[in-house]
Nanobody, 128 residues
Framework: QVQLVESGGGLVQAGGSLRLSCAAS????????MSWFRQAPGKEREFVAA????????YYGDSVKDRFTISRDKRDNTMYLQMNNLRPEDTAVYYC?????????????????????WGQGTQVTVSS
């Protein structure tokens, strides 16, 4: 089992920044993939970013490229999402997810069904 706890959400004005954290505990996951997804009211869940735990290779959804940065700290088993130049359309509940499966294609990283573990979510609200 892997437990995930998100933090860092809040209210920010458009153009501002926030940093989300996801603290992981439980099984060791040297080969894991960890990701951020988000879901706005009335919309489908959307892939935001992913990172391979061992090598730190990042993947980004098109809507957040060049604005968001995903990273991880192996020492304290925490993943981060630095969000800059936030827009009202970034408003959503942000979820941390982890997978211990092997991903064979880049498109797997954006597929929420491939992740076994999810956090409870943290609300991000961007005002215009």
């Amino acid at each position: 089992q892997v437990q995930l706890v998100e933090s860092g959400g809040g209210l920010v004005q458009a153009g501002g920044s926030l940093r989300l954290s996801c603290a992981a505990s439980g099984r060791t996951f040297s080969s894991a993939v960890m990701s951020w997804f988000r879901q706005a009211p009335g919309k489908e869940r959307e892939f935001v970013a992913a990172i391979t735990w061992s090598g730190g290779r990042p993947y980004y959804g098109d809507s957040v490229k060049d604005r968001f940065t995903i990273s991880r700290d192996k020492r304290d088993n925490t993943m981060y999402l630095q969000m800059n130049n936030l827009r009202p359309e970034d408003t959503a509940v942000y979820y941390c997810a982890a997978s211990l499966r092997t991903f064979y294609s880049d498109r797997h990283y954006a597929d929420g069904s491939r992740y076994e573990y999810w956090g409870q979510g943290t609300q991000v609200t961007v005002s215009s």
